[in-house]
């Protein structure tokens, strides 16, 4: 088995803290390792280093060799810049058919989640394993425990076996009353963006609901072919449509199945996030610094500077050495939108 792990990403509603010198997966905000240091070791009792591949933009390529000082410098998959997840795993699809036999299997994991159950996790690599062999393409859908309106869905349909489903539909993100019904209906599942299909049926794929993608791997290819893997492809991967893989194949295709999965899953999407999944003093705050506190009560700080919080309560507040960021918890998603506004405004420097 191959493992394809995501790591092109800038993080923005991380911000301050990830920036576009050191994005989200880069930062140890979980555990002394970093979020892709992270994923890189759930694997490894399962995949070889050698058959794990990351795939990231051409400016973070140097980051990663940091922080995977093991991975050979050959699966490092290079992006000329980032796209979306459809040119981002073609992309990989075919670097990883020129090394391999065409019917090996790849898992495909973002870089920056967080899965507390890590032999439940591996488990399910296995029944993934036995699924994509019969050429089908694979998701894992998160069992929901609230109604979550942050996550798109899955619907599952018929039942396979005791493991797994065929898809039904999609959904994308809803609003709290569909998602309460998504809750209660029992057969909704949280789309965790993770994926595993034999190389050859996610290539076939390709070929047959993205056409555009498929014939710009074959001119790829050809540059490859003719100047090595370490050639400058960007003139043709700027002709990649820009959309999920979620769109472009998985709510096209017709051999889909979803596994339900239970293993603690978290996207680690945004600071109230983690302050979901952080553990938490005896008036639920998270700090993340030398705080002094009166009566507040259910924030998060990070800080080198020594804090002081009195009579607040629910507030994100997240220091670096440039900028101060304070959010209300329930709005720390939004983030995203201070980072709109500072490009709009050219304050590249704060990005």
């Excluded at 699809?93 to 920056?112: F, G, H, S, T, W």
């Excluded at 089908?136 to 619907?155: M, Q, R, S, W």
């Excluded at 539909?169 to 809750?183: G, R, S, V, W, Y």
């Amino acid at each position: 088995m191959i493992a394809l792990i995501m790591a092109g990403g800038i993080g923005t509603r991380f911000w301050p803290l990830s920036r576009r010198t050191n994005p989200k997966q880069f930062l140890n905000i979980i555990s002394e390792d970093s979020m892709l240091q992270m994923t890189v070791k759930r694997l490894q009792p399962k995949i070889k280093v050698e058959d794990i591949y990351i795939v990231t933009a051409s400016s973070q390529v140097e980051l990663t060799g940091k922080h995977l000082p093991c991975l050979p410098q050959e699966n490092i998959i290079i992006e000329p810049f980032g796209m979306n997840t459809a040119p981002c795993i073609a992309l990989s699809a075919q670097y990883l058919a020129r090394k391999y036999n065409k019917n090996e299997k790849m898992i495909v994991l973002p870089a920056d989640h967080l899965i507390a159950y890590k032999d439940d996790f591996l488990t399910s690599l296995e029944l993934g394993s036995d699924s994509a062999d019969k050429d089908n393409l694979v998701t894992f859908g998160i069992k929901p425990d609230y109604p979550a309106t942050g996550y798109g869905y899955i619907e599952a349909g018929e039942k396979i076996d005791e493991q797994s489903f065929l898809v039904k539909q999609f959904k994308e993100k809803p609003d709290i009353k569909t998602a309460e019904q998504f809750l209660s209906s029992g057969n909704f599942f949280w789309n965790s963006g993770m994926f595993m299909w034999k190389i050859e049926t996610i290539l076939d794929a390709y070929k047959e609901y993205l056409p555009k993608v498929a014939q710009i791997l074959e001119k790829i290819n050809v540059r490859w072919n003719e100047d090595g893997l370490l050639a400058d492809i960007s003139s043709e991967y700027k002709l990649m449509p820009r959309i999920p893989v979620d769109i472009g194949i998985m709510e096209q295709a017709e051999k889909r199945v979803v596994i339900p999965v239970d293993y603690g899953w978290s996207d680690v999407g945004s600071w109230k996030a983690l302050y979901d999944i952080s553990d938490k003093d005896n008036n639920n705050n998270v700090f993340r610094a030398e705080v002094q506190n009166i009566d507040s009560g259910s924030c998060y700080v990070s800080s080198s500077k020594p804090v002081a919080l009195i009579g607040v309560k629910n507030l994100v507040v997240i220091e670096t050495k440039d900028v101060l960021l304070i959010s209300s918890k329930s709005k720390s998603e939004d983030v995203k939108k201070i980072v709109e506004k500072l490009k709009k405004d050219g304050k590249e420097e704060l990005l």
